[in-house]
T-cell receptor, first 114, second 115 residues
Framework: KQEVTQIPAALSVPEGENLVLNCSFT??????LQWFRQDPGKGLTSLLL?????REQTSGRLNASLDKSSGRSTLYIAASQPGDSATYLC?????????????FGKGTLLTVNP | ETGVTQSPTHLIKTRGQQVTLRCSSQ?????VSWYQQALGQGPQFIFQ???????GRGNFPPRFSGLQFPNYSSELNVNALELDDSALYLC??????????????FGSGTRLTVV
């Protein structure tokens, strides 16, 4: 059974700081890993998707890496801003079945202080 | 193109009642998945519909059921509501068979409160 863990559960940083969020998963049989952002009480916004054959993806100030063999991914946020405050979720799409379901971590609650 | 839309946004029901949640998939997406997110938790997979048939189910009891219509929109039905069903229900759509390459697009969710 796939399990996804995110560390830390919460993080508070001053504006302008670079930061790293961590995600680990137990089963390396995945198609892809996706990072999402969730504002309080809202839905999920996809940030980055990394295919299992890729090592990293970049979008603006965000960079996500994937090490499938060790079951780890990191989301790097450069020059953080108060508007980055949200919960960040990572999810893996398992390749063991046919329904392409996502398994999520519990998320990291990020607060960027002005 | 329009994204994934869900209705209603909020709902309050009494224990034992039945509820129907609705989802319109993003244009061109033929697969719809439903997830339950309890407070402080990550979303949990409920089930997925492709070509109007359920093609995968998570660890949820039969009182959670669904439908997909020819236009790919979907409904989630929950019977005999329990207090623990209080959660944010998220709908996600994807364009099979390329979901492995493009992932899922999520809606804004329906907040269900059971009292």
């Amino acid at each position: 059974k796939q399990e996804v863990t995110q560390i830390p559960a919460a993080l508070s940083v001053p504006e302008g700081e670079n930061l790293v969020l961590n995600c680990s998963f137990t089963d390396s049989a995945i198609y892809n890993l996706q990072w999402f952002r969730q504002d309080p009480g809202k839905g999920l916004t996809s940030l980055l998707l990394i295919q299992s054959s890729q090592r990293e993806q970049t979008s603006g100030r965000l960079n996500a890496s994937l090490d499938k063999s060790s079951g780890r991914s990191t989301l790097y946020i450069a020059a953080s801003q108060p508007g980055d405050s949200a919960t960040y979720l990572c999810a893996v799409m398992g390749s063991g079945g046919s329904n392409y379901k996502l398994t999520f971590g519990k998320g990291t609650l990020l607060t960027v202080n002005p | 193109e329009t994204g994934v839309t869900q209705s209603p946004t909020h709902l309050i029901k009494t224990r034992g009642q039945q509820v129907t949640l609705r989802c319109s998939s993003q244009s061109g997406h033929n697969t719809v998945s439903w997830y339950q997110q309890a407070l402080g938790q990550g979303p949990q997979f409920i089930f997925q519909y492709y070509r109007e048939e359920e093609n995968g189910r998570g660890n949820f009891p039969p009182r959670f059921s669904g439908l997909q219509f020819p236009n790919y929109s979907s409904e989630l039905n929950v019977n005999a509501l329990e207090l623990d069903d209080s959660a944010l229900y998220l709908c996600a759509s994807s364009p099979q068979p390329t979901v492995r390459n493009y992932g899922y697009t999520f809606g804004s969710g329906t907040r269900l409160t059971v009292v």
